[in-house]
């Protein structure tokens, strides 16, 4: 069974621009998580999503926002990127949500 | 300003030895407590939770244990192994699994 894959791995951009990350989850899960993970803030919860809709929220501004696609894809959007925006970018997914989360390998984005 | 990465605390333990990662949780409401790993470029990934109507589970090799009392959660490795050398994560989960909090993470070295 395939795992979660995060496309890209690697990303550059400079600050003003916007970026679109994508997850494929596990098959059969409908579950999406995205998590922003910095040396300075550790793992941090950005929203989920369940059923193509957004159900939980963390404390990010409003340039970051996702979506969900009816075969549970899903995808995250930064825009007016700023530098501090430089994060390794996770997403997780789980059969419900109810059962544990599972990560990809992460966007590794980096703001010039 | 550069922000400030996260000291992470460091165990080093013999390879062959026990080792035990112990972590503090915040919120007595959560209902799952779980425990991450994660090698350097790669996601979290998942290595065993816990109800938080129970206070031992068992793994391979690993075993967490849950103390509600005092908010405490331990991650026990047996005959711990190069492969092992990764930086451990705990976190909780609320709302069943829904909403995931990290800790800050406990990096394990293993001496060969």
């Known amino acids: 069974k395939a795992g979660v894959t995060q496309t890209p791995r690697y990303l550059i951009k400079t600050r003003g621009q916007q970026v679109t990350l994508s997850c494929s989850p596990i098959?059969?899960?409908?579950?999406v998580s995205w998590y922003q993970q910095t040396p300075g803030q550790g793992l941090q919860f950005l929203f989920e999503?369940?059923?193509?809709?957004?159900?939980n929220k963390g404390n990010f501004p409003g340039r970051f926002s996702g979506r969900q696609f009816s075969n549970s894809r899903s995808e995250m959007n930064v825009s007016t990127l700023e530098l501090g925006d430089s994060a390794l970018y996770l997403c997780?997914?789980?059969?419900?949500?109810?059962?544990?989360?599972?990560f990809g390998d992460g966007t590794r984005l980096s703001i010039l | 300003g550069e922000s400030v990465g996260l000291h992470l605390p460091t165990l080093s333990v013999q390879e062959g030895d026990n080792s035990i990662i112990n972590c503090a949780y915040s919120n007595s409401a959560s209902d799952y407590f779980i425990w991450y790993k994660q090698e350097s470029g790669k996601g979290p990934q998942f290595i065993i939770d816990i109800r938080s109507n129970m206070d031992k589970r068992q793994g391979q090799r690993v075993t967490v244990l849950l103390n509600k009392t005092v908010k405490h959660l331990s991650l026990q490795i047996a005959a711990t192994q190069p492969g092992d050398s990764a930086v451990y994560f705990c976190?909780?989960?609320?709302?069943?699994?829904?909403?995931?909090?990290f800790g800050t993470g406990t990096k394990l070295q293993v001496i060969p």
């Open positions: 997780a997914s789980s059969l419900d949500s109810g059962g544990p989360q599972h």
């Open positions: 976190a909780e989960a609320a709302g069943g699994y829904q909403k995931v909090t």
């Open positions: 999503y369940f059923s193509e809709t957004q159900r």
């Open positions: 098959s059969g899960h409908r579950s």
